[in-house]
């Protein structure tokens, strides 16, 4: 670094020590310890983009490039009045930076100042007028997909990075808090990939309550539930702001979800665990809490947007003529200023099928494809086996309590169940792997995704054939 340029020699009264951090390489990075400096340094709080920011950004591109900057913070250089500040000590003697070091607390909002500044529309003329380098190893350029803050940018959307999840299938059961919290970390940077990821992460995270940390067959049961919805998450669209949203609500007796989308394909998902006194409130107080959460998680996309808001609950067509009589209702009502939006209200044997279905990401999210649906009350008036179980149903009988009927479809543990019907299980497995979503995947990947979500009666060994024949795979 003496040769570089980049250090000196000090005698200055600061002295921070340093840390050497291994890279992927096995090569250093030289970082310095500026926890003392940092507590009495005046804060920059220029803002800095968040993730999400950064990708709704993408929007109609269909092409796209990549520049990293070698070493970018120490081609930004430092007042001279300021080089005595960063001084650091090693076991050959006493330095201080002539450039920015890694590990000021104002170095990154330093480095964002300046992208913004400089980078507009010609960006290698730009690069070149301020003599910023880059790492050609680490550019892409014209790229139809790349991999960008973890995620991978296509003209088809955003998709997580599956370098990023690979290891989550096979993560270890955690066997204290700090492991725990390791997985919940990973998967939690995922979560708007993942529709109620709260209520699925729920058995979880109430282990990370002091001295609650008792791994259970509910904690086990979560813990594969969302390895299983990280690993096969949709790819969701990019937001275009020149079109018309839409929001789609819900509440469950733990929790509040909502999905907010555009031309019929997700945008991000989002969900909340509730307290236990509002999980004793009313499915109404519960459902406008549903949507006062969402139109504040979504705010940055829907304030200064017509949007569509959809809900199964009928009390709320008429919400924003309704007199609310709590202060609580008014409160939530006054965060709803400054919208423009209609409320749909979804009819619920529609909304029944879109929660069935609503893992079926393209063939079914909050508008399932009509036809399907039709095809599928259909086979299960033709299925035997099926009209004698919701006879059974309809009968109170003990021996079918795990099952239900609702508007027609048998669910078993809340989960829909597949009549005997070849063209509905094609259409099924065609989603699940011939499509974009599902990825081509292998038979037992294929099936055990598809049974997270339906009932397969009796049938596995037949739709394995099946799925054997569309995956171009041996059944045994």
């Not at 921070?16 to 090569?27: H, N």
């Not at 109609?60 to 900057?69: C, I, N, P, R, V």
């Not at 790349?146 to 990023?164: F, R, T």
């Not at 282990?207 to 791994?215: I, P, V």
């Amino acid at each position: 670094m003496l040769q570089q340029g980049i250090i000196k020699p000090s005698n200055s009264p600061f002295s921070s020590p340093i840390i050497l951090v291994k890279k992927k390489d096995d090569s250093w990075r030289f970082c310095t310890d500026y926890r003392a400096l940092n507590t009495v340094t005046i804060k920059d709080s220029f803002p800095m983009p968040t993730v999400d920011e950064l990708l709704d950004e993408l929007h109609g591109a269909q092409y796209f490039s990549k520049l990293d900057l070698r070493s970018e913070y120490h081609q930004i250089l430092i007042k001279p009045e300021d080089y005595y500040k960063t001084a650091f000590h090693t076991h050959h003697g006493h330095y201080e930076w002539l450039v920015m070091p890694f590990g000021l607390t104002n170095a990154p909002a330093t480095f964002q100042a300046l992208m913004n500044k400089n980078f507009q529309k010609w960006v290698l003329q730009i690069l070149s007028q301020q003599e910023l380098f880059t790492k050609l190893s680490k550019c892409s350029f014209g790229q139809k997909e790349v991999d960008y803050l973890g995620h991978i940018v296509s003209g088809s959307g955003v998709s997580m990075d599956a370098n990023k999840v690979k290891d989550v299938l096979p993560w270890p059961t955690p066997k204290n808090v700090k492991q725990l919290r390791g997985f919940l970390g990973l998967t939690g940077y995922y979560r708007r990939f993942v529709k109620g990821y709260a209520q699925i992460a729920s058995p979880l995270t109430e282990l990370l309550k002091k001295d609650a940390f008792l791994w259970n067959t509910a904690a086990e049961t979560s813990f594969q539930q969302l390895k299983q919805a990280v690993t096969t998450a949709p790819v969701l669209s990019l937001p275009n702001f020149a079109e018309p949203f839409t929001l789609e609500t819900d509440a469950s007796g733990t929790g509040v979800g909502a999905v907010l989308g555009q031309g019929g394909h997700p945008i991000a998902y989002f969900s909340k665990k509730l307290s236990l006194r509002r999980q004793k409130q009313s499915a109404y107080i519960r459902e406008l809490l549903a949507i006062t959460e969402a139109l504040a998680k979504f705010r940055h996309y829907l304030l200064g947007h017509k949007f569509v808001l959809k809900t199964d609950q009928k009390s709320l067509r008429s919400l924003l003529d309704q007199s609310l009589q709590t202060p609580e209702q008014q409160a939530w009502l006054h965060k709803f200023i400054g919208f423009d939006f209609q409320i749909e209200y979804k009819p619920g044997k529609d909304n029944i099928s879109a929660d069935a279905l609503s893992r079926m990401y393209m063939m079914a999210w909050s508008e399932p494809k009509l036809h399907f649906i039709q095809e599928l009350e259909l086979a299960v008036q033709q299925d035997e086996e099926l009209q004698q179980i919701i006879q059974a149903c309809q009968k109170h009988d003990a021996a079918y309590a795990l099952y239900s009927v609702n508007e027609g479809l048998v669910l078993w543990k809340d989960k829909l169940v597949i009549p005997n019907n070849q063209d509905i299980i094609k259409q099924i497995l065609k989603e699940f792997h011939t499509s974009h979503i599902g990825g081509h995947a292998g038979i037992t990947r294929t099936l055990a995704r598809i049974q997270a979500q339906f009932c397969w009666k009796k049938n596995e060994r037949r739709y394995q054939k099946i799925c054997a024949t569309m995956c171009d795979l041996p059944t045994g």
